[in-house]
């Protein structure tokens, strides 16, 4: 079967830019952003990323803010911050060199299982398989898996790797198993046809291939939040978001959650008054938009706010920006569409309404 697999693979594998290399820097890189991302979206990023940090080097010697920024767009900012947080460890500690062994890996900031594996085996060539969503899905289906306790199959399923596992080319293998998983044993309408391992199959064998593994019941909560666009002399008055928890250390324009009960208006003075000490004089809606997170979405309303006073305010915490400097801040994506509006506006005059 892995002959087959690997057979499959050389011939139908995707030209991607991280599959061009044997560098444990740029394989660490594309693996942690390919996590919970797809590979269209990361393209773009992962170009971007090696231009503007083309080493361990760079990435170590660059601010916080620019790696966040480097990375807006993407989501999960925990994974920019374990990327930096690592590059600095491997550049004072370890000579600027990303360990080969896994005791050594697993160390450092955002080492799991996968990427250890992932780096050790496509960056080093050592014989560890890789255990993600897509193959997770094959094996499961390979081996007709039903669900239970997460610990319990993936024990079964790392033992299963460990039998098929090419050990003299590891890389291939473990590209080979995702490369299925991405393009032709699907979460939903697998292509069987076109399956390389299918005489292999026992859940293709059982007609339960559309079934297994079990399609995940996501519930998301919806949550209304407003901000205010105050601008004062040019400037727009951004804050920073705290250095723990959602969006760590992103920017953003001050605002809140709408409570239940409360229209959008009234939710805007209280989180203003809370968040600034300051009383709104008036406030037109700009713009609404809808954002989606994994488990919620956010549906954000944008006014135009001015204020009875500016407040003396912290600066450490809240800055005054020209519209144009906006973008040398890292914001989250609906913030980063807020700009997009402003700058829309300021070349083509849109306009809001009063509330």
Same mark, same amino acid.
């Given at each position: 079967?892995?002959?087959? !697999?690997?057979?499959?693979?050389?011939?139908? *594998?995707?030209?991607?830019?991280?599959?061009?290399?044997?560098?444990?820097?740029?394989?660490?890189?594309?693996?942690?952003?390919?996590?919970?991302?797809?590979?269209? =979206?990361?393209?773009?990023?992962?170009?971007?990323?090696?231009?503007?940090?083309?080493?361990? *080097?760079?990435?170590?010697?660059?601010? !916080?803010?620019?790696?966040?920024?480097?990375?807006?767009?993407?989501?999960?900012?925990?994974?920019?911050?374990?990327?930096?947080?690592?590059?600095?460890?491997?550049?004072?500690?370890?000579?600027?060199?990303?360990?080969?062994?896994?005791?050594?890996?697993?160390?450092?900031?955002?080492?799991?299982?996968?990427?250890?594996?992932? @780096?050790?085996?496509?960056?080093?060539?050592?014989?560890?398989?890789? !255990?993600?969503?897509? @193959?997770?899905?094959?094996? &499961?289906?390979?081996?007709?898996?039903?669900?239970?306790?997460?610990?319990?199959?993936?024990?079964?399923?790392?033992?299963?790797?460990?039998?098929?596992?090419?050990?003299?080319?590891?890389?291939?293998?473990?590209?080979? &198993? &995702?490369?299925?998983?991405?393009?032709?044993?699907?979460?939903?309408?697998?292509?069987?046809? =076109?399956?390389? @391992?299918?005489?292999?199959?026992?859940?293709?064998?059982?007609?339960?291939?559309?079934?297994?593994?079990?399609?995940?019941?996501?519930?998301?909560?919806?949550?209304?939040?407003?901000?205010?666009?105050?601008?004062?002399?040019?400037?727009?008055?951004?804050?920073?978001?705290?250095?723990?928890?959602?969006?760590?250390?992103?920017?953003?324009?001050?605002?809140?959650?709408?409570?239940?009960?409360?229209?959008?208006?009234?939710?805007?003075?209280?989180?203003?008054?809370?968040?600034?000490?300051?009383?709104?004089?008036?406030?037109?809606?700009?713009?609404?938009?809808?954002?989606?997170?994994?488990?919620?979405?956010?549906?954000?309303?944008?006014?135009?706010?001015?204020?009875?006073?500016?407040?003396?305010?912290?600066? +450490?915490?809240?800055?005054?920006? =020209? +519209?144009?400097?906006?973008?040398?801040?890292?914001?989250?994506?609906? *913030?980063?569409?807020?700009?997009?509006?402003?700058?829309?506006?300021?070349?083509?005059?849109?306009?809001?309404?009063?509330?």
């Amino acid at each position: 079967m892995t002959r087959a !697999l690997i057979s499959w693979y050389r011939r139908n *594998s995707r030209k991607l830019p991280w599959r061009e290399t044997k560098d444990p820097y740029r394989i660490w890189v594309s693996e942690v952003m390919l996590q919970q991302t797809t590979v269209a =979206a990361v393209i773009p990023y992962y170009k971007r990323w090696l231009r503007l940090f083309p080493d361990i *080097s760079s990435l170590a010697g660059a601010p !916080l803010q620019g790696v966040l920024k480097a990375w807006e767009g993407l989501g999960y900012y925990d994974r920019a911050r374990r990327l930096h947080q690592a590059a600095r460890i491997i550049h004072r500690e370890l000579d600027g060199k990303i360990p080969d062994t896994s005791e050594e890996l697993r160390r450092l900031p955002g080492f799991g299982p996968y990427i250890t594996a992932a @780096v050790l085996s496509l960056g080093y060539g050592r014989p560890l398989a890789v !255990l993600d969503a897509n @193959v997770r899905r094959v094996l &499961m289906r390979l081996d007709r898996i039903k669900p239970g306790p997460t610990s319990v199959v993936d024990g079964a399923l790392r033992r299963r790797l460990d039998v098929l596992l090419d050990r003299r080319q590891p890389a291939d293998f473990n590209q080979a &198993m &995702m490369e299925l998983g991405a393009l032709v044993c699907r979460p939903r309408s697998p292509l069987c046809p =076109a399956c390389p @391992v299918q005489a292999f199959c026992h859940a293709f064998e059982a007609g339960e291939q559309e079934v297994i593994p079990p399609p995940r019941q996501r519930r998301s909560e919806r949550i209304e939040t407003v901000v205010g666009i105050i601008e004062s002399r040019g400037r727009y008055l951004i804050q920073k978001r705290p250095a723990s928890g959602l969006l760590a250390g992103l920017w953003e324009f001050p605002g809140g959650k709408r409570e239940k009960g409360e229209s959008l208006g009234a939710a805007l003075r209280r989180e203003l008054r809370e968040e600034l000490g300051a009383e709104v004089e008036s406030a037109r809606l700009l713009l609404k938009l809808r954002h989606a997170y994994t488990r919620f979405l956010v549906d954000l309303s944008a006014y135009e706010t001015v204020l009875k006073k500016i407040p003396a305010l912290d600066s +450490r915490r809240h800055k005054w920006v =020209a +519209r144009r400097a906006l973008k040398r801040y890292p914001f989250p994506s609906g *913030s980063a569409r807020i700009i997009r509006f402003l700058e829309e506006r300021e070349n083509g005059r849109r306009d809001g309404r009063s509330v």
